[in-house]
Every structure is written in C-alpha cells, then in structure tokens.
C-alpha cells in the first residue's frame, strides 16, 4: 500500500481514493504504463490509519523535500482531520525544518466535512492548489460531475475566497486540453476577482 511517494523533489501522500467528483481528465481513469500517475500502487486496498501514514513519513528524510503534498488518488479532504493531526504531528517533531504543506483539492472541503474548516488551516497549510476547471455551474457538472450537482461549482468559489484569509498561497488550477485562450482568461479574471492566482497545468494523457 502506497501512502507516501517522491514526485520531483516533493513527498505526495495518499490518504483516501474517496472523491465525490468523476472528472473526465481524472488520472484515476489510467492504465498502468509506467508513471507515478497511473501505478496500480495508488489504489488502496484500505485507507491507511493516521498512525500508518505518520509512521510512512518517519520512515523518510522529511527535511529533504521541496513540498509536502496531500493528494493522491481521492479528494483529500476526506481525511482533513487526519491531515491536520498529521501536520502536527509533524511539526511537533521538525519545526522550523518541515517543508511547506500543500494540499491538492477540489474546494468541497466545507460541503465534505459540513462545516466551515477554513480557520482550521491557518498555521498548518501554506498553499491550497484548487481544481477551478471550468467558468460556470453548467461547464463545471458537465467536466466534474460531482455529486452535489452545481452547488458543488459555487461552494468552491467560496471556498478559495475564505480560505486565503487563513492560507499564504491560495492557487485556481486549470487544465490545457486544447482549452480556448479566451476561456483561460475568463478563469484568470474569476480567480483575479477571488483575490487569488491561477495555474495552467498541463494535461498528462493517462
């Protein structure tokens, strides 16, 4: 079972393959073909207690990474509270050594967990990397799918706009699949008007 892994320099934990999204570009749709992307090894047998996952990261030289990463084959949120502990844990034990902890999500964290968990990240999680993916509501379902339907597309918005009051680095995502430039600008002008920034990502063909 696969809860820590090294991807350029950075150290990704695996927590939960749980999501309540199926988007069309996900990853998880892979064959294995060789990359960390696509390994059956990010497949969990069993979700990994919080002790498993601590004693993962014990196992490894935490001072050397660039980055830690929740992310994996699920929404991470699932596992917040984990996650935080986690981070505590961590902290307690390298302080000032520890690297920045980044948490790759899709924004659902609040309808996930059903309460607001924004404050719970303040001096915990330096940068939330949030899938934006699309413009509107419609788009939004149409790509995702997620399971709240498009309540889903505007507790995300909402999310990212309160979550940069608590997190330093609060970053939309999109994904360059032969996306029209106009559409990249009107995602760069709603994460402008959130306050926050956007990253381009590269499509990888799984």
Same mark, same amino acid.
């Given at each position: 079972?696969?809860?820590?892994?090294?991807? =350029? +320099?950075?150290?990704?934990? !695996?927590? $939960?393959?749980?999501? !309540?999204? @199926?988007?069309?570009?996900?990853?998880?749709?892979g064959k294995k073909e060789g990359s960390i992307y696509t390994e059956d090894s990010l497949w969990l047998e069993r979700e990994p207690t919080r002790q498993e996952a601590l004693n993962s990261f014990l196992s490894?030289?935490?001072?050397?990474?660039?980055?830690?990463?929740?992310?994996?084959? *699920?929404?991470? $949120?699932?596992?917040?509270?984990?996650?935080?502990?986690?981070?505590?844990?961590?902290?307690?034990?390298? *302080?000032? #050594?520890?690297?920045?902890?980044?948490?790759? $999500? @899709?924004?659902?964290? @609040?309808?996930? !967990?059903?309460?607001?968990?924004?404050? =719970?990240?303040?001096?915990?999680?330096?940068?939330?990397?949030?899938?934006?993916?699309?413009?509107?509501?419609?788009?939004?379902?149409?790509?995702?799918?997620?399971? #709240? +339907? =498009?309540?889903?597309?505007?507790?995300?918005?909402?999310?990212?706009?309160?979550?940069?009051?608590?997190?330093?680095?609060?970053?939309?995502?999109?994904?360059?699949? *032969?996306?029209?430039?106009?559409?990249?600008?009107?995602?760069?002008?709603?994460?402008?008007?959130? +306050?926050?920034?956007?990253?381009?990502?590269?499509?990888?063909?799984?």
């Amino acid at each position: 079972m696969t809860i820590t892994y090294e991807y =350029e +320099g950075a150290l990704y934990v !695996n927590l $939960t393959n749980k999501c !309540n999204c @199926n988007c069309e570009f996900c990853l998880r749709h892979g064959k294995k073909e060789g990359s960390i992307y696509t390994e059956d090894s990010l497949w969990l047998e069993r979700e990994p207690t919080r002790q498993e996952a601590l004693n993962s990261f014990l196992s490894r030289d935490i001072p050397s990474y660039r980055e830690i990463v929740f992310c994996g084959y *699920g929404e991470p $949120t699932y596992r917040l509270d984990d996650i935080l502990w986690l981070v505590d844990e961590l902290k307690e034990r390298f *302080g000032d #050594q520890l690297p920045p902890v980044r948490i790759n $999500t @899709n924004g659902h964290a @609040n309808l996930i !967990n059903g309460r607001d968990v924004c404050p =719970e990240l303040k001096g915990r999680i330096d940068t939330l990397s949030i899938s934006l993916n699309a413009n509107n509501a419609a788009d939004y379902v149409a790509l995702c799918h997620p399971i #709240q +339907g =498009e309540v889903a597309y505007q507790a995300m918005l909402d999310f990212a706009k309160e979550a940069k009051t608590y997190v330093s680095h609060v970053v939309f995502t999109v994904v360059d699949k *032969g996306t029209d430039p106009a559409e990249i600008e009107k995602s760069r002008s709603i994460a402008q008007s959130l +306050g926050v920034k956007l990253r381009v990502r590269a499509f990888i063909d799984s």
